[in-house]
């Protein structure tokens, strides 16, 4: 059974500081997902990495894949306010071979930037 | 493009009462998920439909939940009766592939 784990759960930061998301899973999976979740909203995806060594930039966020490692990092540069918000990662899994596809959910690091 | 509706926004019930949340998918998507979402957790995925026939609902509490997609549009997501641990914000989301998911904003649910 596919597990996916996310560290830190909880970070509070600096505005203008640099920090990284982890997200670890326990089985093999070529594809990966991160979405961003403001309170009392619903779930925005930011990225999808479909491949070793995968890295994907949007503003201030960059993510990367690495299938060997079972890893994938969310790095933050120089962090605003307007960050602040949910993160979650999703990794695709197929249960069994004959079952259809499910995404498995991280718990969520939840991230505040202070002024 | 329009997102996912979903309704009702909020929804405070009694226990042993029951409810229903309903979902409209993004125009043509056809697969159609309900996760439920406990405070402080990560979704969880109670049932997918492609069209209008169900994929997987082997997380899906079938003693008290049921879901349909009449059509292969709409959805609805029922529980009868409630309990107190259903508490929880229960999110539709639809895909045209499974590269990406679109979630609507979810039906926040209060058992009392």
């Known amino acids: 059974e596919l597990k996916v784990e996310q560290n830190p759960l909880f970070l509070s930061m600096q505005e203008g500081k640099n920090y990284t998301i982890y997200c670890n899973y326990s089985?093999?999976?070529?594809?990966l997902y991160w979405y961003r979740q403001d309170p009392g909203k619903s779930l925005e995806s930011l990225f999808v990495?479909?491949?070793n060594g995968a890295v994907k930039q949007e503003g201030r966020l960059m993510a990367s894949l690495d299938t060997k490692a079972r890893l994938s990092t969310l790095h933050i540069t120089a962090a605003v306010h307007d960050l602040s918000a949910t993160y979650f990662c999703a990794v695709l899994s197929f249960p069994r071979i004959d079952s259809n596809y499910q995404l498995i959910w991280g718990a969520g690091t939840k991230l505040i930037i202070k002024p | 493009e329009a997102g996912v509706a979903q309704s009702p926004r909020y929804k405070i019930i009694e226990k042993r009462q029951s409810v229903a949340f309903w979902c409209n998918p993004i125009s043509g998507h056809a697969t159609l998920y309900w996760y439920q979402q406990i405070l402080g957790q990560g979704p969880k995925l109670l049932i997918q439909f492609q069209n209008n026939g169900v994929v997987d609902d082997s997380q899906l509490p079938k003693d008290r939940f049921s879901a349909e997609r009449l059509k292969g549009v709409d959805s609805t997501l029922k529980i009868q009766p409630a309990k107190l641990e259903d508490s929880a914000v229960y999110l539709c989301?639809?895909?045209?592939?499974?590269?990406?998911?679109?979630f609507g904003q979810g039906t926040r649910l209060t058992v009392v």
């Open positions: 989301a639809s895909s045209l592939r499974i590269t990406e998911a679109f």
């Open positions: 089985t093999t999976s070529d594809r």
């Open positions: 990495l479909l491949s």
